[in-house]
């Protein structure tokens, strides 16, 4: 069962790799403790923050996860393990930028918006019907891959 979230706004790194990952991770850049803890609430996701003013408030309580450190790594750590994430299992499924579920593209409908070289090489595209980015199975997998191991000390 998937766990959505919600991350503060000192949060913005991890919020972008829990994505990377494949999480539902709402962030927001301006918004007040008040309306953050609101919106959690209505919402049902569970509020990630390093905030212990923020978890004092009535209705931040019962859903949030304290995040300790400053380092993103630690902090990815923490919220995989206690949330049973699976690191590798959903890895580049939803737009780093926007938290939409990726959808699958043909390639010739990239053929203008990615650089010759992709296009050339690769065949297997994605893209999120938030912003429009393209995402490919190549390099961007392949580094994310590499990144998400090594955090995780996964070996090969
Ligand atoms: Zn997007």
């Known amino acids: 069962m998937e766990t959505p979230f ?3 706004v000192m949060l ?3 919020a972008t790799w829990l994505r990377l ?3 539902d991770v ?5 918004i007040s403790d008040e309306n953050l803890v609101e919106m959690a609430s209505r919402s049902g996701r569970v509020i990630l923050t390093r905030d212990l003013q923020l978890i004092r408030r009535r209705k931040a309580r019962d859903n ?7 380092n993103y790594k630690d902090q990815l750590r923490q919220v995989v393990e206690r949330f049973s994430i699976d690191p590798l299992g959903r890895i580049l499924t939803r737009c780093l930028r926007c938290n939409e579920l990726l959808k699958d593209i043909g390639r010739s409908a990239v053929r203008e918006r990615v650089p010759p070289y992709v296009y050339e090489t690769q065949t297997d595209f994605r893209t999120c019907g938030c912003c429009g980015r393209i995402y490919w199975r190549g390099t961007h997998r392949d580094e994310a891959m590499k990144h998400v191991m090594k955090i995780f ?4």
């Open 6 to 8: 919600i991350a503060d």
């Open 12 to 14: 913005g790194k991890l």
């Open 21 to 23: 990952l494949g999480c």
């Open 26 to 30: 709402e962030y927001l850049t301006a």
């Open 64 to 70: 949030h996860f304290l995040v300790q450190g400053d």
């Open 153 to 156: 000390g996964i070996q090969e």
